[in-house]
């Protein structure tokens, strides 16, 4: 039912609607562009999908796995992904507004230029994504795993992620990413290493 709707909404440019998918299996060979509005995605698998340029308003996806799919140039707004696995996907140049990320892993995934504006993201696995060039309004970030994560150009000023993992984290030379950014005094100990200091 899940591809069916899903290639119908896509040919006819007709957005989906108040629907709710659980456990299904959709492997597209073509990319799709739809709009998602009030649907609810349980459980299910997604399989080198291509939602380049599709738009979420409302939408849930629980404990489904989307890893290695590409979510280029979306636009999500009130919605909520939790405990997923999106390891290896493609959400560059996205744009997510009062969007709620919480638990699931995300690793390898690429954020790069994307906007997150309202948006809380908790329990989440980040661990070596990229993260470059990205602009954060009125974030919170809560016991995320930023371990080795690429913050390039990405402006981390008044952000707290005091009781998050930012060890290895990556950022330019002149390190003014970091400028603001809210610490703990012992993530200090993980910061230092960009002033060449060794701590004996």
Known sequence: MLEDDVIKAAAGEEPLIQ????????????PVKVEFNHVCFKKCRFV??????????????????????????????????????GDGGDFSQSTFRTT????????YA????????????KGVD???????????????FEKVNLSRVDFF???????????????GIMVSDTFRELRGMKIGPMQ?????????????
Do not use: P
């Not at 230029?113 to 809380?120: M, V, Y």
């Open 188 to 200: 200090a100990m993980d910061l230092v290493r960009f002033l060449g200091v060794k701590i004996i």
């Open 48 to 85: 080198s999908c291509d939602f380049s340029g599709s738009m979420f308003y409302n939408v849930k996806f629980l404990n489904c796995d989307f890893s290695n799919c590409r979510f280029q140039s979306c636009y999500l707004k009130e919605t909520e992904i939790w405990g997923c696995k």
């Open 126 to 140: 980040f661990s070596e994504a990229f993260f470059a060039e990205v602009k954060f309004k009125k974030i919170r």
């Open 110 to 121: 690429n954020y790069e230029g994307t906007l997150w504006d309202g948006c809380r993201l």
């Open 100 to 107: 709620m990320v919480e638990e699931g892993c995300y690793h």
């Open 19 to 30: 629907k709710k998918y659980e456990g299904e299996i959709l492997c597209l060979e073509m």
């Open 153 to 167: 150009k990405t402006q981390l000023e008044g952000i707290d992620l005091s009781d998050s993992n930012i060890e």
